[in-house]
């Protein structure tokens, strides 16, 4: 009987200190603020009223088993058919190094009500921008997003697949969406640092505004130690 009890308490405690290493990880958050280019409730991709992320909870969240901080501002980036947008967003103050990055993001375009043949279309596989990092040494390296692993168009309708290498974070509505038969969703995908030791200076959010109608956005990114 002492030895079932025993083997009882063993049990317990190994599921307990298996939660208290989960809860151990240590996260941090880049400071998009000063680098955003337009609010969550402000109309994202061609600007139609009420085309916004305004129902995204914010502050402190988890999405995808993941923390993330979520602020008014994002960053978006443009796109064969969105202009006023920029390529390239750059010198993302970092700072510190971590073993893996993680993103929550997604693009305007690309699926949803958007079928093949759409001028609005993007085929899975396709590259349509990357997280470049800059390291202490003057290194960098590039975090490719690729539709249909990465991210999907943030609209989309019953029966659309997910992504490949990641999450879908976040699924919701917006006032324009139901307008042409879509909800809206975000996704969390995540990267492994090759090099933790080494200090992250900078990231550059790097679209292909002149390749392909995806534009992405990003709206918030988090360091894991």
Not at 38 to 54: C, E, F, I, W
Not at 70 to 84: A, N, P
Not at 112 to 127: A, C, I, M
Not at 135 to 161: A, L, M, S
Request: proline share 5%.
């Amino acid at each position: 009987m002492r030895r079932i009890m025993l083997l009882i308490v063993v049990a317990l405690n190994a599921g307990s200190f298996a939660r208290a290493d989960d809860d151990k990880k240590t996260y941090r958050y880049v400071d998009l603020q000063p680098y955003a280019n337009l609010k969550r409730g402000d109309s994202l991709g061609s600007g139609v009223p009420g085309n916004n992320l305004a129902q995204l909870p914010g502050g402190e969240q988890s999405f995808g088993g993941v923390k993330f901080k979520v602020e008014d501002g994002l960053l978006h980036l443009g796109s064969k058919i969105l202009d006023t947008k920029p390529e390239k967003i750059s010198d993302i103050k970092v700072d510190a190094q971590c073993a893996k990055l993680h993103f929550l993001h997604a693009t305007c375009f690309g699926g949803g009500p958007n079928q093949e043949g759409s001028p609005l279309f993007v085929k899975d596989g396709t590259t349509i921008g990357e997280y470049r990092l800059t390291f202490e040494d003057k290194t960098t390296v590039g975090i490719p997003i690729v539709y249909g692993q990465d991210v999907r168009d943030w609209f989309y309708v019953e029966g659309e697949p997910g992504i490949e290498r990641g999450k879908i974070a976040w699924s919701g509505e917006n006032e324009r969406a139901p307008e042409v038969g879509a909800k809206i969703r975000i996704y969390q995908s995540s990267w492994k640092n090759t090099n933790p030791d080494k200090k992250i200076v900078s990231i550059e959010y790097v679209g292909k505004k002149d390749e392909t109608p995806a534009a992405p956005f990003c709206v918030a990114i988090t360091l894991e130690d």
